[in-house]
């Protein structure tokens, strides 16, 4: 039964998009008769104002090396998972050949077994200046009861989404490098079943790209080399994406990051990385009710009607509270990787995302092994607040295959 609560409830908020509604927080300005006074909740904190977008299983960090550093993994050294964050690192690998397979078990704190993502990814280097990379997300939400309006059984179904990938990356220069990356997008909630006013729900498809960027530098200091790696990732710009035959679709959940990385070579067998990354999803900020423009009187909220291109434009400057709420979206990750003899590594960082855009806020912890071709990464995340994660209390586990040099590169 709780099982059965907990989907259906997180199946109506997708349907919920599917349907074209848009449920607003109910805030108010401070003083009424100053449009640039703060909003507010009910309560009186800050107005509550998440963005919000279709298919949010993409920006999931399946990782067990980046979920243990606070998610950040824009600048970190290059493996087989670096498509998800910046495909242009791949250029940079040691290895030819790499492949990697992770598996994420979903709200496994709440008792839910069959809720996972799974994620496989590999690269291959054509020669020292071009890869090809590929990754295959899917995301499922187990086998649930359907059930009408009144509670009455009507089908069992297996609601999933999964992404294909495939990404080019070539160095410019020796220290700079940049990538393409194509998706595929399926997802399939509840497929067959109907919402309020008759429409039947159909699988959502999409297409999206991701362009990055790499520069890396080495650092002569005196304990020893050292690397500084810089980082820009635009990720998910693609087509908006409906459920329904519906003309308004939804934005995908189209994302700027920025990520550096500092290596230090401690000594010979010792190694010590500091990894920042700055994260902003280019979707439009939900306007509240008070501000909300209807030009074309449709009953669709004007910034819903956006193309996909102009979301992300204006996602710089549509905030209802202006440049300080602009500010308030952005979402930062810390992480920490210690290596010992390229064997042993101990990780840990936290993830900040402020109260008014969720307010996801956790420490994360984990350790990786490596042996000859293979490598085992964990991760364990730590929540700071009463703020429940799908993650909370659960280990992830990456299992990667480095395939060295198969061959002489040309």
Same mark, same amino acid.
């Given at each position: 039964m709780k099982k059965l609560i907990?989907?259906?409830?997180?199946?109506?908020a997708f349907i919920v998009i599917a349907a074209g509604t848009q449920v607003n927080a109910q805030c108010y300005r401070e003083d009424p008769s100053d449009p640039s006074s703060p909003l507010l909740n009910l309560d009186g904190t800050p107005c509550t104002n998440t963005v919000v977008s279709a298919v949010p299983f993409l920006r999931i960090v399946a990782d067990a090396r980046s979920g243990a550093m606070g998610d950040a993994g824009i600048a970190i050294s290059p493996d087989a998972n670096a498509i998800h964050f910046n495909a242009s690192k791949l250029v940079f690998a040691e290895e030819t050949f790499a492949m990697s397979a992770t598996y994420t078990p979903w709200l496994q704190n709440l008792g839910l077994n069959d809720v996972y993502l799974a994620y496989l990814t590999g690269f291959y280097k054509l020669d020292d200046l071009q890869t090809l990379g590929f990754g295959l997300r899917y995301f499922s939400l187990g086998s649930i009861q359907f059930t009408d309006q009144n509670g !009455? #059984?009507?089908?069992? %179904?297996?609601?999933?989404e999964f992404e294909v990938s495939a990404a080019y990356a070539r160095k410019l220069t020796d220290n700079f490098s940049a990538s393409l990356t194509g998706k595929f997008i399926y997802s399939n909630l509840a497929a067959g079943q109907q919402v309020e006013g008759g429409e039947?729900? !159909? #699988?959502?498809?999409? %297409?999206?790209?991701?362009?990055?960027?790499?520069?890396q530098t080495d650092i002569d200091t005196d304990r020893g080399d050292s690397e500084l790696v810089l980082g820009v990732a635009l990720t998910n710009i693609g087509s908006r994406i409906t459920y329904t035959n519906s003309v308004v679709r939804d934005f995908l959940p189209a994302n700027m990051g920025i990520g550096a990385a500092y290596t230090m070579e401690l000594d010979e067998y010792n190694t010590l990385t500091l990894t920042t990354d700055i994260n902003k999803l280019m979707v439009p900020t939900p306007c509240?009710?008070?501000a909300c423009e209807d030009l074309n009187e449709n009953d669709i909220d004007d910034y819903r009607e956006q193309s996909s291109i102009s979301g992300i434009f204006s996602s710089f400057g549509d905030a209802p509270d202006g440049f300080?709420?602009?500010?308030?979206?952005?979402?930062y990750s810390f992480g920490v990787e210690y290596w010992y003899?390229?064997?042993?590594?101990?990780?840990?960082?936290?993830f900040n995302e402020h109260l008014q855009k969720?307010?996801?806020?956790?420490?994360?912890?984990?350790?990786g092994l490596k042996y000859n071709i293979f490598g085992l990464n964990f991760s364990y995340l730590v929540p700071t607040t009463n703020q429940r994660n799908p993650l909370d209390n659960t280990l992830r586990f990456s299992l990667l295959f480095d395939f060295g040099s198969m061959g002489e590169l040309e």
């Open positions: 907990l989907i259906n409830a997180l199946l109506t !009455e #059984p009507l089908a069992i %179904g297996q609601p999933n039947t729900i !159909e #699988p959502g498809v999409a %297409g999206a790209a991701d362009v990055a960027f790499t520069y509240q009710a008070e300080q709420e602009e500010l308030t979206e952005l979402m003899d390229k064997q042993f590594a101990v990780r840990a960082g936290y969720g307010g996801r806020k956790y420490l994360t912890v984990g350790l």
